[in-house]
């Protein structure tokens, strides 16, 4: 029997030689090859670059996103803070007067030792004295001062409330009336509890003692709603109702009650006038008997 090539028989510890004369001939080496080649595909520099490329990438944009949300955010607070900066700079003659007698007069009860005349002390002193107390230095100054409370009925979108501060009305000006709203815890009304650290440093550019037109008062008001409904956004906090736009300008634009500081109705100049001590009248018959007898006079009665 001719020998066969190796490629072409198995050998076996009984049988020493089996044919498989229809199986073809295995070539070792483009096995081992194409094992190699596989691997290759499989592994090859480009696919590899390619997945780290993707998830570098991928990276890369989140990182991006998030500092293009960073600059979006730095952007509004900063914006936020010019438009309560040009809001409070513009200001009239008649607001510096009133506002150099109320943060003088607070300023004053402040350091006093008396404490207020209610005898309810918090802080820094009683609101209710305070109010009076700036309320009498602006009428004796010759302003038109009152304290003012203003009451609302709940809605769908507000609680029911009350608020009570100072306005000044000017009736100097032919065109209408001006009516400069006074309050003395501006800043403290739009404070937040677990506010940001920029939310906090806008209520700080807040005066604490407020003195402006309605129209400023609203203009600030909207600025600092806003910026507390996204602070309170990006915390995931709820915003409560007390703290919306509608309920914050409540305070000073719903149905008021005007009252003077000491609870007594402003009198008007006629009615002042008639208040007046008059002259006493001298009488016709006393005239007459003067001219007759000069050289009488009259020793008082004392009854």
Known sequence: ???????????????????????????????????????????????????????????????????????????????????????????????????????????????????????????????????????SRLQNAGFNSAICKSKWK????????????????????TRSEVRIIVELNFRGEFELAKASEEYNRLVKCLPEVFVGKIERLISLTKILCNAAKKCMKEKKIHVAPWRKQKYMQAKWLKTIERTAENNKPQLSNA??????????????????????LPNLHCAPVVA
């Open 1 to 135: 029997m001719a020998r066969r090539n190796i490629g072409h028989r198995i050998l076996m510890c009984h049988n020493p030689e089996t044919e498989f004369p229809s199986e073809p001939p295995i070539n070792n080496s483009d096995t081992v090859f194409s094992f190699l080649d596989e691997e290759g595909q499989s592994s090859s520099p480009e696919s590899v670059n390619d997945d780290v490329y993707v998830k570098n990438g991928d990276h890369e944009e989140d990182e991006e996103n998030e500092n293009k949300e960073n600059d979006q955010g730095n952007q509004f607070w900063e914006t936020q803070h010019e438009t309560v900066q040009a809001v409070l700079c513009r200001t009239t003659s008649l607001e510096s007067k009133i506002r150099s007698i109320a943060k003088e007069t607070v300023k004053g009860a402040k350091q006093s030792e008396d404490g207020c005349s209610c005898r309810k002390m918090v802080d820094n002193g009683c609101r209710n004295c305070m109010m009076k107390e700036v309320c």
């Open 271 to 292: 009615e002042y006038t008639s208040l007046l001590p008059r002259r006493p009248r001298a009488s016709m018959l006393t005239m007459d008997l003067l001219e007759v």
């Open 154 to 173: 709940s809605s769908a979108d507000i609680p029911s409330g009350e608020h009570t501060f100072i306005d000044v009305v000017d009736n100097s000006s």
